[in-house]
């Protein structure tokens, strides 16, 4: 990897390329708008020469997209009519050769939560997601392989190992999912290129980022100062070393978990075995929480042939802490190899090298009894409680990001279930959430179904199979009864014993609330 200068984020410099980028349109709407969707979609595909053929014209906007976007070099004259060119040159924006000039870093356009005109800044040709921060396909936002998708393969050499990637499926997936309620504190533990910390400091009064890498602190700032975000406080070192024993009300971790036999890549290696850095940094996270603080991350772990995955996570959540973690994807360990070795494009070193390579990850799977990958998200909550609540779902089905305010109402529902018993339960008046639909399911012209689906539209998209009764108990659920006259009107319908219902229902009454089907009515 050659690497130059990185620029300087002098503040008044930098504002004047921002008010550049913002008068040409150099958006994630404006280059949708200029490049159009076909040409966009192949981005996410590396393919670029549909973007090349859209760029043509020589406009401000034509000229930022290939120098930056395409990292394809522009006559000097035409980037003096959308850029300070001399000054982007002194700092380091802009590298020159003779009458031409091209990009020393990658800049992507990146839309805030809030309409924000925001640019992720990293190393060439290390945007990932195509076009990074404009849309990433639907399947690599919530769903597929984390951090992977539309990376620019390269050449697999070993300078490539401080790499600093830019925005990607994984990083728009844990901004997605990401608790975005005012706190004092938030760390971004691995910053990268900043993207977690640049949505930490719209709802955090103090942001701490950290990285291993120090190149990587310094596309942190770079991606604050240009974006014209609030500022954070960069530190350098490994998971929780340079907050020692400080507390913060978010921790968020994009974190190198890939499960490797070495540490190549910085971004991506975490240099322990198996997937020892994420359960470290499960484990360790409760120390680093307030009291009702969270600590999002991505993961990837291990399924063995000895232990169900799902007691393995479990057994990772410190005591006080309540837990969601949910699996997106899982794929057998040559589909996981294979997807790793492109991402550090070994498959354009050679046959005997990939080989020898691709044997080298099989072999360690072998040694530790790996037979498949997880991927997916984590979510503690320091709750004190002496009966914490740990829910491990698997779901790959998709889902309607952002989930940020789903995942904090998963555990506003934990609270209730735990601190109300059965008898308190069917005094609460319960509602029918938004958007749940009622399927059923039978043979054509049946009277009856033979099971009923109730699904959800919005957020995570649950689906749950439930009886006649408790879909009837569902429907009616509008905040007017209780749960327990409500069972009584169906006993009396269906002439069954009262008593006998209301302690059948409970349980399913408290899967409905905890998946969100059914919401307490307070007051």
């Given amino acids: 990897m050659t690497t130059h200068r990185l620029p300087t984020p002098d503040a008044d410099r930098t504002s004047r390329l921002r008010e550049a980028l913002l008068t040409a349109g150099f958006t994630a709407d404006g280059l949708l708008e200029l490049l159009g969707a076909p040409a966009y979609t192949a981005l996410a595909r590396n393919e670029t020469v549909p973007a090349l053929r859209a760029t043509r014209g020589g406009s401000p906007l034509e000229a930022l997209a290939r120098l930056f976007l395409l990292q394809h070099p522009v006559p000097y004259r035409q980037a003096l009519r959308a850029l300070p060119v001399e000054e982007c040159l002194a700092d380091g924006w802009l590298l020159r050769d003779g009458e031409e000039v091209r990009?020393?870093?990658?800049?992507?356009?990146?839309?805030?939560?809030?309409?924000?005109?925001?640019?992720?800044?990293?190393?060439?040709?290390?945007?990932?997601?195509?076009?990074?921060?404009?849309?990433?396909?639907?399947?690599?936002?919530?769903?597929?392989?984390?951090?992977?998708?539309?990376?620019?393969?390269?050449?697999?050499?070993?300078?490539?190992?401080?790499?600093?990637?830019?925005?990607?499926?994984?990083?728009?997936?844990?901004?997605?999912?990401?608790?975005?309620?005012?706190?004092?504190?938030?760390?971004?533990?691995?910053?990268?290129?900043?993207i977690q910390a640049l949505h930490a400091v719209g709802h955090a009064r103090r942001v701490t980022a950290t990285d291993v890498n120090p190149r990587a602190l310094a596309f942190a700032r770079l991606t604050l100062a240009l974006s014209g975000a609030g500022e954070a406080e960069f530190r350098q070192g490994s998971l929780f070393e340079p907050v020692q024993s400080e507390r913060f009300d978010l921790i968020?971790?994009?974190?190198?978990?890939?499960?490797?036999?070495?540490?190549?890549l910085t971004y991506r290696d975490g240099g322990m075995a198996g997937d020892e850095l994420c359960r470290t940094l499960v484990e360790r996270s409760a120390e680093h929480l307030t009291d009702g603080g969270y600590c999002q991350l991505l993961a990837n772990w291990e399924h063995t042939g000895s232990a169900d995955w799902r007691e393995r996570l479990a057994a990772w959540v410190p005591s006080g802490c309540d837990a969601w973690i949910v699996q997106r994807d899982v794929q057998d360990v040559t589909e996981y190899a294979e997807l790793w070795l492109r991402d550090a494009g070994d498959h354009r070193a050679g046959r005997e090298r990939y080989a020898a390579r691709y044997d080298a990850w099989l072999e360690e799977f072998?040694?530790?009894?790996?037979?498949?990958?997880?991927?997916?998200?984590?979510?503690?909550?320091?709750?004190g409680s002496e009966s914490p609540s740990v829910t491990v779902d698997e779901w790959p089905h998709p889902v309607q990001q952002p989930l940020g305010e789903a995942v904090r109402e998963h555990f506003a529902r934990q609270d209730f279930l735990r601190r109300t018993d059965d008898a308190e339960l069917l005094t609460t008046t319960l509602k029918l959430a938004d958007g749940v639909l009622q399927e059923q399911v039978g043979p054509p012209g049946a009277e009856d179904p033979e099971h009923v689906v109730l699904r959800q539209e919005f957020g995570m998209r649950r689906a749950a199979r439930v009886d006649t009764v408790g879909a009837g108990f569902a429907g009616v659920c509008d905040g007017t009864l209780s749960a327990g006259r409500i069972l009584d009107a169906i006993a009396q319908l269906l002439g069954e014993d009262p008593v006998v219902l209301r302690d059948r229902m409970p349980e399913s009454i408290r899967m409905l609330v905890g998946q969100g089907f059914l919401e307490p009515v307070e007051g």
């Fill in 366 to 383: 072998e040694r530790r009894g790996t037979k498949a990958v997880g991927f997916g998200w984590i979510t503690l909550r320091r709750s």
């Fill in 252 to 264: 968020v971790s994009n974190p190198p978990f890939v499960i490797s036999p070495g540490a190549r």
């Fill in 103 to 194: 990009s020393g870093v990658d800049v992507r356009p990146y839309g805030g939560p809030e309409g924000q005109d925001w640019w992720i800044v990293s190393d060439l040709g290390c945007a990932v997601g195509g076009a990074g921060g404009v849309p990433v396909p639907a399947d690599q936002q919530d769903g597929g392989p984390p951090g992977t998708a539309g990376a620019r393969p390269r050449a697999g050499g070993e300078d490539d190992a401080g790499l600093v990637l830019g925005v990607g499926g994984a990083s728009t997936t844990l901004a997605g999912i990401t608790v975005r309620t005012p706190v004092a504190r938030a760390l971004d533990l691995g910053t990268g290129s900043g």
